[in-house]
């Protein structure tokens, strides 16, 4: 039993991670009415955490082979419990940006690449298995209990008490860290890439920002951007930028090898083809699911009125399941391989959103729509029981945080373009639906539809049918016509989420073409490292 002590503390910090972005998911209306803002800035915030831990998370790992990986995996906890409590006092959208987005960012982004070489690191065959299969499901546990306790608290009382309550475990887990064994160095002292560091946080940040901001800029044609670029609107402008930066980084990257100097992430671990493809379908799962948890939310709270409680409560099915098929890992890698049980959790994946995009109607079919979360959280959880140790076990002991960065970097990187993405796509698709309908309805005068468009140049959001009914009344819209609009916007929101959960099903789809280099046999209980 003593050998599977420094999971419980390494678990832990997994559930943590994972705990208080659920929470953000479910509260987006009453943060919205908190810090009187909208659904976008608050988009911008979950997506800006996820953006931090993604642009940081391979610098993160590579202190970790400086400093020392159980070192900086307490550094990393103290820093997440600093953001933790200002989150919790957050005065404003600034100072909670800052807090949860900036600060526990950071603090996670030293925290996971150190937790993903400790627990590969620790454990070895079957035991690494076992182990990323609790680490799996205990990171669906978070997912469980953040929608449906942090709906209830903050329903109840406040999300900010979830932030205090994590200053409290993280100085548990501190406590505790003596557990947790420090594993041999990685060989050789190496140097930090500054440069480098620089160069991957700034191309990534400025491809998630061109994305992000498309739903407010507009893609091509400027709506409400700040500046134009030649008469266009800046959002390519912003993610051509980002990969140029990104394929300076890789030619700096090389270099760096090339002369005998230590890179931030060798780029010669991408032509490990596991490895590789792992981290392709982390990338896509990640996306999906936090695209989705991002729409899904709004459906509830935004078009069916639900409170953040009965909103966790109608996301448990998806949490539960999850939780049950992600601690699967060890018995499903006994009967088949990694690549036929990923392949096998995408088809569930992508049955799940075609049943989930049939519950989308005015009035929600509970039973329906639990049974569309039961069978997403399935698919969710065996790509989760899979994937955690299909990356570790690609790689030697010298490359564990290296690794670990590449993996925790994937899966952020995917969060964030899921929100901002399936976020960007679901405003759109709210622009151009809302247009369609109400050019087409004789009901609405030529004059009102003219005001409404230049209402929508000015910026959009994801509101309630009440308040556009109310923006009508102030504008002085006559009754009649302000119904026929409540009713055509009604219409054009459900065509937005279905537009938005379809966007996620063929990404699910295109995640199968990366499946094909997943191992096709079954991890045996010995090391499968190559290094």
Known sequence: MRRWRALVILG??????????????VSISRLVEDFDTSVTAIQGVITLYTLVMAAFMITGGKLGDLAGRRRMFGVGLAVYGTGSA????????????LGWSVIEGLGAALVLPA?????????????RAVAYGVIGGLAGAGIAVGPLV???????LTWRLVFAAEVVLVAAILCLLRWVEEPPGPGPRVRLDVLGAALSVAGLALVVLGVLQSGTWGWVRPRNAPFTVLGFAPTLFAIAAGAAVLYAFTSWERHRE???????VRLTLFAVPGLRSGLAVLLNQNLILLGLFFTIPLYLQVVQGFDAFQTGLRLLPVSATMLVASMSGPLLGRLASPRAVVR??????LAAIVWLLATIRPRIDDLSFAGAMALLGIGMGLLASQLGNVVQSSVGEEARSEVGGLQYTAQNLGSSLGTALIGSLLIGALVAVFTHRITGDPRISSAVRQQTGVAMEAGVSFVSTDRVRAAAEQAGVPAAEADALVEQYAEAQLGSLRAAILAAGGITLASCAFTRHLPATRLGAEPTDSA
Request: contains cysteine; neutral net charge; aromatic residues 8%.
């Open 12 to 25: 832990t910090a997994q559930f943590l991670m994972v705990l208080d972005t659920s929470v953000m998911n």
């Open 86 to 97: 200002l989150t919790a006092v957050a005065p404003a959208l600034w100072v909670l940006t």
């Open 115 to 127: 937790l993903a070489a400790l627990v590969a690191g620790a454990y070895r065959g079957r035991d």
């Open 150 to 156: 942090g709906g209830w608290v903050t329903t109840y």
């Open 258 to 264: 090339a002369s005998g100097r230590d890179p931030l």
């Open 344 to 349: 096998c959790g995408l088809l569930v994946l």
